[in-house]
């Protein structure tokens, strides 16, 4: 394929942006090469700058579960742009999106809209730290809740030391504050709350993790949180910013049956455009401002056409929810293909999966925690099957630490098409 345009486009971007990106693994860094400059997308395909026709696999990261440029979700911004595109008030349209949401989520009474995943996770934080009045939170490792200061840690030497930032900007006063797990590792979320008792406001985590590539939670794991946090009475809280609105209508919690005390979400809830989301039951929403005494705020928050969009693909969604088997199936087919693929060529690989979100790591090792990836990443094949899948027209995640999203957009023959160019990829490997 030739990437001439977009190429030039990436050396223009470089002088006026840094590193030419808005967001950092925009930049290919991880697998190497340049990105490819988009010019607009439909369904489940993407064309670049050069004219190349992409089957895409990361669908904005997320957010595109229904295809690109999904027509109710287009219209339903047109339609609203002609009224204005902001008011600084409140609106009808922020009501009727927050009463739908309540109704597809378990177990929430409130929910506050916010511009991306990380204000949620980051005022989800404050709002568990304002209600129960300590300081401390527990993350795993591997675990990405956006870019706020306490969530940018790295491991410690050891269980129970603190965190270090693992970005310069976050002090080490932000950091100290940041206890660090292994994700699917109870017995150390349990040594970290028996050395911290009484200082610990939550735990968050990704509960099917997708920042690792795709972790599924070990059985028991969740549920094991949940009794920790029943029993101390540190909040339980779910990042679902990418599992929200995808894994079920009721993101984890329907899907694996298990109830957190806040959730998060982004991508899906705002049908492609910036939104973000953090909802609980009335006793903790009602501690926000400005009920209660936790500050959280937007200029743009509720924005109409980031409302217009996200109403339309959660009706969408709600209206029609065999969509979520349809798409749980297509991805089942498509882990069975890519499976058969590597089987064949003997290639050592794990495909981890839960619904719409699968992953393959190259190694013969199970993959369970941010170790057990970055073990397989480190091999250094996939960077080679990224670059190899893209010269054949599909577009997966440029990192070993992502996992992919399927939309519904994908017909069995798109899928086909992905295992056939594996096939051919994986001769190379
Ligand atoms: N949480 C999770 C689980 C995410 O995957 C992401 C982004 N990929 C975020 C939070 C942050 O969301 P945003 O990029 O919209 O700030």
Request: negative net charge; proline residues 5%.
């Amino acid at each position: 394929m030739i990437y001439k345009r977009s190429s030039e486009l990436f050396q223009q971007a470089q002088k006026v942006i840094p590193g030419g990106v808005n967001s950092p693994v925009r930049a290919f860094k991880a697998v190497g090469g340049e990105p490819l400059f988009i010019k607009n997308a439909k369904g489940p395909y993407l064309y670049d700058e050069d004219g190349n026709k992409l089957i895409d696999y990361i669908n904005s990261w997320g957010p595109m579960i229904l295809g690109h440029a999904h027509q109710p979700v287009v219209d339903a911004i047109i339609e609203k742009t002609k009224s204005g595109t902001s008011f600084g008030t409140p609106t009808e349209i922020e009501t009727k999106i927050a009463e739908l949401a309540v109704k597809m989520v378990p177990n929430i009474d409130k929910i506050r809209m916010v511009n991306s995943g990380t204000e949620a996770c980051m005022s989800a934080v404050r709002l568990a730290r304002g209600f129960t009045g300590k300081d401390k939170i527990i993350k795993f490792a591997g675990c990405y809740h956006g870019h706020s200061d306490s969530f940018l840690i790295q491991a410690g030497s050891g269980a129970m030391t603190f965190g270090t930032p693992n970005s310069p900007g976050v002090t080490e006063g932000t950091a100290k504050d940041t206890l660090l797990a292994n994700y699917n590792d109870l017995d150390n979320v349990n040594e970290l709350v028996e050395a911290n008792r009484d200082s610990i406001a939550c735990i968050i985590l990704e509960p099917v993790a997708g920042n690792m590539g795709c972790i599924p939670p070990k059985e028991g794991f969740l549920e094991g949180l949940r009794e920790i946090c029943d029993e101390t009475g540190i909040l339980l809280v779910f990042d679902e910013v990418m599992t929200g609105f995808r894994l079920a209508e009721g993101g984890v919690q329907e899907r694996l049956g298990i109830n957190a005390d806040i959730l998060c979400f982004g991508k899906v809830i705002g049908g492609g455009m910036p939104v973000g989301a953090f909802a609980a039951r009335n006793e903790i929403m009602d501690y926000l401002a400005p009920v209660g005494p936790v500050y959280q705020a937007g200029t743009l928050s509720g924005n109409p056409l980031a409302m217009a969009a996200g109403l339309a693909m959660l009706t969408e969604l709600h209206e029609n929810p065999e969509i979520f088997k349809s798409i749980d199936e297509k991805t089942e087919y498509l882990h069975k293909g890519l499976a058969r693929v590597m089987n064949d060529h003997d290639i050592k690989h794990t495909i981890n999966r839960v619904g719409s979100m699968i992953s393959i790591h190259f190694g013969d090792k199970p993959v369970y925690d941010f170790a057990t990836s970055a073990a397989s990443a480190s091999l250094g094949v996939f960077n080679k099957f990224f670059h190899g899948m893209l010269d054949n027209g599909v577009y997966i995640a440029p990192s070993a630490y992502e996992t992919w999203f399927i939309s519904e957009a994908l017909s069995y023959e798109d899928l086909d098409a992905t295992i056939n160019a594996a096939n051919k990829v994986a001769k190379t490997l």
